[in-house]
Nanobody, 123 residues
Framework: VQLQASGGGLVQSGDSLRLSCTAS????????LAWFRQAPGKERDFVAA???????YYSDSVKGRFTISRDNAKNAVYLQMNSLKPEDTAVYYC??????????????????WGQGTQVTVSS
């Protein structure tokens, strides 16, 4: 599975941004999907996951502000980010996998990755 993330940019605190991730070769509709992020000097952290069509999981730091969704017709997964904060600054990665495990928050559980897109939030 080849994933391509896009939509990052430089925004101000409180702004919104939507990240997109599309796939080539294989349809995303049969996969579980996720977003992770990595800030400079830090480990890659879980942000959100989507199991099946509508079961969603979020990290505590983004719950209520971010929404993960998929569009099977466009073979894409999105991360809608609202009320952005400077601490959201990171490279954001989309990920996919073939089957669900309880350790969805661990990057080791996700075999397919996009290349990352930079999100910078200024105060």
């Amino acid at each position: 599975v080849q994933l391509q993330a896009s939509g990052g940019g430089l925004v101000q605190s409180g702004d919104s941004l939507r990240l997109s991730c599309t796939a080539s070769v294989r349809t995303l509709s049969s996969l579980d999907l996720a977003w992770f992020r990595q800030a400079p000097g830090k480990e890659r952290d879980f942000v959100a996951a989507l199991r099946g069509p509508s079961t969603r999981y979020y990290s505590d730091s983004v719950k209520g502000r971010f929404t993960i969704s998929r569009d099977n017709a466009k073979n894409a997964v999105y991360l809608q980010m609202n009320s952005l904060k400077p601490e959201d600054t990171a490279v954001y990665y989309c990920a996919a996998r073939d089957y669900w495990t309880v350790a969805y928050y661990s990057q080791d559980q996700w075999p397919y990755w996009g290349q990352g897109t930079q999100v910078t939030v200024s105060s």
